[in-house]
Structures are given as structure tokens and as C-alpha cells.
């Protein structure tokens, strides 16, 4: 019975050092990992330091549209305008960004907050239609 409970012990310390394992070897600096789950190797979009920049193609492709915080009301919910979405984004802003599927930046659709300290995210997994800039 000892051996047993030795046994499971060391199984469970082994399962523990694989999941840290894993968890440590995950780059924070991408954006969530399910937009990298692909695994796909791309390019990180243009971006200056203090701005928002989105792509309305996945991988940053099309016209990058930019905001900068003197143009944004901070936690105010900001749309994009009518009839564009954002697949792609880069956070560069110093401050969290939550993006949503809503353009009424409703919590009933799909929503991400990306940390500001510089966040690529090449695949966005739902159609960016609104964001709010947060305080910290």
C-alpha cells in the first residue's frame, strides 16, 4: 500500500512539472493563444508605440486603420465605422484594449482584452466590430 501512495504521488508531481512545463513555454507577448493556435508563423503588422492598429484581414493584410489615446474616450465604447470589421490587431497603446464582436460592445457576443504593453494577434477568432481602451 506504501508503494502505491508513493506511487501516485510521483505520478502527480510529473503531471504537475508537465503542465508548468507547458504553461511556461506558451510567449505571453502574442495575444490570446487561440489566435495563434494554428501555429502559423506570420509577421507582425506595423504598429508605432501608443496606438491601436487594426487590419480587416486576417494576418494583417488590407489597410491598417489606427487610433491613438488623445483620440479615444477612455472606457467609452468606440465602433468601428459602419460596415468594417477587424480580423487582425496590435495593441501598442500602454493600456488594456477590450475588442468586441458587438458594435454596441454588448458582453452577450464574443470579447478578448489584450494587455497593452504590445499584443500582435494575426487571427482575431471573431470579426472585431467595436473597442473600449481601459483606464489599467
Not at 491601436?52 to 489615446?69: N, Q, S
Not at 468606440?78 to 477590450?98: D, F, I, M, Q, Y
Request: glycine share 8%.
Amino acid at each position: 500500500m506504501r508503494l502505491r501512495l508513493r506511487t501516485s504521488r510521483t505520478t502527480a508531481a510529473l503531471t504537475g512539472l508537465a503542465a508548468l512545463t507547458v504553461a511556461l513555454a506558451v510567449p505571453p507577448a502574442l495575444g490570446t493563444p487561440a489566435a495563434h493556435a494554428a501555429g502559423r508563423s506570420t509577421t507582425p503588422g506595423p504598429c508605432a508605440a501608443g496606438q491601436l492598429c487594426l487590419w480587416p484581414k486576417a494576418d494583417f493584410g488590407g489597410k491598417r486603420v489606427t487610433y491613438e489615446l488623445p483620440d479615444i474616450d477612455i472606457e467609452s465604447c468606440v465602433p468601428l465605422p459602419k460596415g468594417t470589421t477587424a480580423a487582425a490587431l496590435a495593441n501598442r497603446t500602454g493600456r488594456p484594449v477590450t475588442t468586441y464582436q458587438s458594435a454596441e460592445c454588448a458582453e452577450t457576443a464574443e470579447f478578448d482584452t489584450y494587455p497593452g504593453g504590445g499584443s500582435w494577434v494575426p487571427r482575431s477568432p471573431y470579426q472585431v466590430r467595436a473597442f473600449k481602451v481601459w483606464e489599467r
